[in-house]
């Protein structure tokens, strides 16, 4: 079975909660959410930012349930801040972990680790556990952890998370973007045994329009032609729009663009991730680390 955007079933009364929601795929996440009358909160590093994105939100959809929350991934102590403000929400039910950095010269954050595995793992890491007891209370209630198809040739190197033994972007990136669907089926894996009525499931937008190129050269060129040949920001949005709202979507799901290679397509379906990516050991040993690095932990 296949799912178009047309298929997301109504979603008033519901609150989601979407990383990097003022730009690109997040954008189109959120605007959608709200087109079917969820209350959003767009979590995103510059208010500024995220007040234009829901003023053009609000421009298609008058009415809109949206608010801000201020989230730098980077930054635990922000991160702290974004999970004691969706605590306050009356209710949470769907949490998309999408935000993310892509290639950017070598940098560090959380724990001293290189920032890609940082913003993209980590700070998705330690917003995420604190929050499934709030999710736990809501109805039908997700975790949605965006990946890539970059996934495919990633490699956790656990005694170079710092990139102290020498750096490569691609490599760190495709690293980082294994981490997701790791931590999302380790996720579901711990919420299924202990009964937990949050699922926790993966997607992958294809490749897509978005601001994740601005750190590669000539990536503002790129964005135009990648959003005619291959998937815009808004078909890249549609699996993860599946993973939040698709009544038949199970915990361990992982979802991509129905077409080609799933590079791209106007319609999402299950996806393929690779066997490194369920690899219990692996993801297990990610859980651990993750939790040294972060002080995070879960409690069920």
Known sequence: MTFALADIPDQAGRTAMVTGANT????????????????????????????????????????????FVELDLA?????????DR??????????????????????????????????????????TLPLVAKLAEGRDTRVVIQSSIAHRRGRITFDNLDAAKGYDRTRFYAQS???????????????EAAGSPVRSMACHPGIAASELTRHIRGGA?????????????????????????????????????????????SRSARAHAMPQARDPVCSARLWDVSEAMTGVTLAL
């Open 24 to 67: 690109g795929i997040g954008f189109e996440i959120a605007r959608h959410l709200a087109m079917k009358g969820a209350r959003v909160l767009l979590a995103c590093r510059e208010e500024q930012r995220a007040e234009r994105a829901m003023d053009r939100i609000r421009t298609a959809v008058p009415g809109a349930d949206l608010a």
């Open 75 to 83: 930054d635990l102590a922000s991160v702290a801040g974004a999970v």
């Open 86 to 127: 969706a605590r306050r929400e009356d209710r949470l039910d769907l949490l998309v972990n999408n935000a993310g950095v892509m290639m950017p010269p070598l940098s560090h954050a959380t724990a001293g680790a290189e920032l890609q595995f940082a913003v993209n793992h980590l700070g998705h890491f330690a917003l």
């Open 177 to 191: 973007k294994l981490a997701n669907p790791l931590f999302a089926f380790e996720l579901h894996r711990r919420l």
């Open 221 to 265: 060129l790129v964005q135009p032609v990648m959003g005619w040949a291959l998937n815009t920001a808004e078909q890249g949005a549609l699996p993860a729009l599946q993973a939040a709202t698709d009544p038949d979507a199970k915990g361990g799901d992982y979802f991509g663009p129905y077409g080609f290679r799933e590079i791209r397509g």
